[in-house]
């Protein structure tokens, strides 16, 4: 495997082999400070981060390694008009290995096609977020012990929710994961998903606009933002901005045991109140995303 641009490049053991990797990088940060000595990353952002973008740049210096990139279009010769396909054939030119952020959905796949370096696909537009989730399943492995055996539920904008898209078809390859989808009408999952990704693989899930009612069932709550920037119009987004709102009130008919993830930015959907709940773990999870990234690219760049 020479990229990583879709969950499903990694098999079930690679995720695992990663996730252990990781493990060992919290436990023994020592003896990784020196593994990427000499080698660049380049962060290539054509999309708004706080959270990826940082954690790549930090995890490469916590390697050893040295970062260059933009984080944002405008800055890049994108605004001259140049394809992704002449920006990665240059940036190879400069770096060992490239992480990309791109508005437009099979960006970083192009990408991978035309340059010999690994390419690392950072998010592109409402599709996938292969990142994410290993930080998400890194977090449910360190938090609840487990990848099977769980009730999952995603709540907000499943539609445009690109980390939810990854997260599905990860989590569908674990025994007896169930999922309950809750979403307004209007932001349901995609159709694509629904049928060659949980009907095909006999999945139990169910489809409701409530989360009151089925919070009590779940081992995990996967909050998600309104995702703005993929609306058509302003007016559909502020009524639907704040169906969900994650209060200590709902909170308390959860299990003890049940985690809120939240892949964060978080704008009203969790009040700030339950950042204070020892089950929310949104950002425990921001900085596994840390751990996870430095063994994705140990693994990319082949180094032991
Ligand atoms: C997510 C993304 O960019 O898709 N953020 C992230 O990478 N942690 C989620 C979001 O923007 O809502």
Redesign the pocket.
């Known amino acids: 495997m020479k990229d990583l641009i879709d969950i499903l490049d990694l098999s079930t053991d690679e995720i695992d082999e990663l996730i252990e990797s990781a493990n060992d990088i919290i436990k023994n940060p020592d003896n990784y400070r020196e593994k990427c000595r000499y080698k660049k990353l380049a962060t290539l952002f054509f999309e708004p ?1 706080t ?2 973008r940082l954690s790549f740049e930090a995890a490469m210096y916590e390697l050893g390694g040295n970062v260059i990139g933009f984080s944002e279009a405008n800055s890049s010769s994108a605004a001259k008009g140049e394809s992704v396909a002449d920006t990665v054939r240059t940036v190879e030119c400069y770096a060992d290995i490239i992480a990309m952020r791109h508005p437009k959905e099979g960006a970083p796949t192009v990408a991978s096609m035309k340059t010999k370096v690994p390419v690392i696909n950072a ?1 592109d537009g409402g599709h996938n ?1 292969p990142t ?1 989730t290993l930080t998400d399943l890194l977090t449910i492995k360190r938090e609840i012990g487990r990848l099977d055996n769980l009730t999952i539920g995603l709540c907000g904008d499943l539609k445009f ?3 939810v898209h990854s997260l599905i078809q990860a989590m569908v390859r674990y025994p007896n994961v169930k999922f309950i989808m809750i979403s307004p009408k209007e932001l349901r999952l995609p159709e694509y998903l629904i049928n060659e990704v949980l009907l095909r693989n006999n999945v139990e899930f169910v489809e409701t606009e409530s989360l009151e009612d089925s919070i009590s069932q779940l081992d995990i709550l996967y909050m ?2 309104v ?1 703005k920037e993929r609306f058509f119009n302003e007016a559909d987004y502020v009524r639907l901005k704040d169906t969900y709102v994650l209060t200590p009130e709902k909170l308390a008919s959860a299990k003890q045991t049940m985690r809120v993830l939240h ?3 978080r704008v009203n959907e969790i009040s700030v109140e339950v950042d204070e709940d020892a089950r929310a773990c949104y950002f425990r999870q921001a900085l596994n995303g840390k751990f996870i990234r430095m063994a994705l690219i140990l693994k990319l760049l082949g180094i032991k």
């Open positions: 981060s959270r990826t998010g977020h994410q929710g690109r980390t998600t933002r995702q892949p964060l930015p």
